[in-house]
């Protein structure tokens, strides 16, 4: 599931390519409503509907027959069942799936021909279907951004390493593959927020291509192999590479200071590292991702040596007032 | 060479943010600055050093700088402190 339309691209016949083998879907008519357009991320049980409760009928949903339904319209007469389902397909219905292998009433079957609406049978139970079936669509409808830098998993970490061109992403994070960690993105990352975690992949037309000034474009399966690539990757960790000067001195010189990237309205965790001719940039990435290791597992080392220096300061302090008292002190 | 005392007022003395503070102003300045209590000189432009003073309140602060923009480089750190770098 490298490749996943954006929410506008997800005809009924490109979910059908995706997801057809693992939902075991048979289509009724091979064709029949292949065009529309999946409009929604949820699905529906029309179940109340077809008992004649009609007014919060989802029809812009994916319609899911199970046995429910199924048995329902079974227990119906001809013309009660012929009524039931021509009143839910008078709202368009796109597309419907009947589930647990059973068997289509042809009512449905014709409804489904006369509005274009695409009609497929699974012999998988509803439950585990709908699961696999909102996996998708979760993915397809997520809030998506795409950011331009890397992102490389290093020590199980997604890293995303930012920063203007030309200074140095890519060598660095080629140093990074060379040490053992994986890229999944390089140049412009594509991030998605799938049930509050962002998670972020390559342009999946282009392999782990990489463009190296003066190389031109490698493809980094092609010298490190399989363990160097990945396809997709949480995306935790931010350090954004900012040119060094005298006058900007605006980075952290303690560590005491956690700023954050907002993306997609998720916070992470963001390191501004200065550039600097001779700097080891590899190194440096493998550092602050193993800082951020610390700091996840709630040790905070530069915090712990600022309590360690105020306390020491506090003590000289009082030693000092303890020597001055006789004339009277400082107030505290 | 340009030479100045300061007497440090904030209540925590100069810890890391403090100190983050005076090395970040510092390293504005081409100058070679340093920072001297009871005898023991330290690179203003090193935070480890800076720290290593462990300055409390009422700590009287040299600030030496030496180079083409020595007075501006003392002037400057010198604020910081009178300040009490923004702190209480």
Redesign the interface.
Known sequence: MSDIPGSDELTVARFYKILGSKLELVPVDLETGFANLVRSPDISRPGMALTGYIQHFLHERIQIFGETEITYLNSLSDSEREFALGRIFETPIYCSIVTKGLPAPSELIAYSRSSDSALFLSTRDTTPLIHDLTDLLDEVFAPRTSVYGSLVEVFGIGLLVTGKSAIGKSESVLGLLERGHRLIADDRVFISRIRGILVGRGDSRMGHLMEIRGLGLVEVSNFYGIRAVKERQQVQFEVRLEQWS??N??F???G?VQKVNNILDISIPQTVIPVLPGRNLTLLLEIAVMNHLLVRQGRNI?RE??DN??N???D??TD?ERRTDMTGG?ET | MTTKMVEVINQ??????P??KI???A??F?SHITLTVDGDTVNAKS?MGV?TL?????TMIEVQADGDDEREAVAGIVQLVLDGFGED
Request: charged fraction near 30%.
């Open positions: 005298q006058d001195q605006e952290d010189r303690t005491l530069p040596i600022e220096l105020i020491r300061i506090l000289k302090e000092q400082r | 925590l003395g100069i810890h890391a943010r100190a983050a090395v970040r102003n390293s504005m081409d935070i720290m462990a300055a409390c309140r009422g």
